[in-house]
């Protein structure tokens, strides 16, 4: 079961009901903040929960392991629902929290999308492409994956890696050793995939929102440029020159076919390469909200993480009408001091997350700017 199967309504929970939340960063902050705003409360449950971004605008945390299982029943029993903002949370302890309350998105969409070979092979099977790729278990295998998808591939983890972690570039003249040993080969537990280095226009994402009814509704194509493997920028919708709308409407299409396939409740991320002659290739996906989506907060009359409430609480979902276009910009490690002059800035819209600390590649907070509509 992928989750709340289609068809089956959920509760419509009443103003008042509390949202249990797995994982306790930024995205469960901004989801416990959307929440709020409809009347709901905010359970945090995570092994870093204390003071974290989540924890600080929630109305309680557990902070316990994901194996802890007293733990988890306790906090299943004190929510009407659970969610989650990470999806790298143990499928064990989604199968666990399941026994005693409606979770969304459910232990099999989890174990699709924290695997990288099973979030490959689930999106080919649907005939969807993507970049060639290879499994690798060994220095031996990325050498031959190389040889068969080259010249130019990358090396990942399949699971874990975000933010270019995890991650190594590859061509004819590359160590295979060195590659799989920085990526922790060799450890426990520990697989690679080979993908084959795709030339692109650009890259773009697109977020659907799904209920448990079947309804969906999708945010438009935005493209997405990143900085030393980290998003830096993401324009809202992406720009007619660089994405035509025949290929919008395909990113689109991709979308709303894996959320369908996934029996997804909630919300959904796919991350895709656009192709100089149009093409588009799916890269990643996350059931969750998503950093692509933080531009919804100021643009759209209904954002990403009111999305993922309405859908979780079983009430009809949002109008995703674009008020504006937007640019947002991450604000990673000391970006953040720049805070005083983006609150100076007119029609600049500041988001903090509450962290204490910054450090190079952390995200500390983002900027949305609108614009006119074209």
Not at 59 to 72: C, G, N
Not at 357 to 371: D, S
């Amino acid at each position: 079961m992928t989750g709340t199967p289609t068809g089956t309504p959920l509760p419509r929970l009443a103003p008042g009901s509390t949202i249990g939340m797995l994982g306790a960063g930024q995205l469960g902050r901004m989801t416990a903040l959307a929440a709020a705003r409809l009347g709901y409360k905010t359970h945090v449950y995570a092994p870093d929960a204390a003071d974290s971004p989540a924890a600080q605008v929630s109305a309680a945390a557990t902070v316990a392991d994901w194996d802890d299982l007293e733990a988890l029943e306790r906090f299943a029993r004190s929510v009407d629902v659970v969610t989650l903002e990470w999806e790298n949370v143990p499928v064990a302890t989604a199968e666990h929290l399941r026994r005693f309350t409606n979770l969304n998105p459910g232990p099999n969409v989890l174990s699709v999308a924290q695997d990288r070979i099973a979030e490959k092979s689930f999106v080919n099977q649907l005939g969807i492409a993507t970049a060639p790729w290879r499994t690798a278990s060994s220095a031996e295998e990325v050498a031959r994956a190389v040889a068969e998808i080259g010249p130019r591939c990358v090396l990942k983890s399949t699971r874990l890696g975000y933010d270019g972690k995890g991650q190594a570039r590859l061509d004819s003249g590359s160590d295979p050793v060195t590659a799989w040993t920085g990526i922790g080969g060799g450890k426990p537990g520990v697989e690679g995939i080979v993908e084959g280095f795709v030339t692109f226009a650009c890259e773009v994402s697109v977020i659907v929102a799904r209920g448990a009814d079947g309804a969906m509704v999708a945010y438009p194509a935005v493209e997405n440029r990143h900085k030393d493997g980290i998003l830096d920028v993401t324009i809202a919708p992406a720009a007619p020159e660089k994405v035509s709308a025949e290929t919008a409407a395909e990113a689109d299409r991709i979308a709303r076919r894996i959320a369908e396939a996934l029996d997804l409740v909630g919300v959904l991320a796919v991350e895709m390469f656009v192709t100089a002659d149009g093409r588009v290739l799916v890269n990643e996906m996350a059931p969750r909200p998503h950093n692509s989506g933080h531009w919804t907060m100021d643009a759209c009359a209904t954002d990403q993480f009111e999305q993922l409430v309405r859908a979780v609480c079983g009430l009809p979902l949002g109008s995703v009408e674009r008020v504006a276009d937007a640019e947002m910009t991450n604000l990673i490690g000391d970006d953040v001091l720049r805070w005083p002059d983006l609150l100076a800035e007119p029609g600049a819209r500041l988001h903090l997350y509450g962290k204490a600390e910054a450090r190079p590649g952390r995200k500390m907070g983002h900027v949305n700017r609108l614009f006119p509509r074209r």
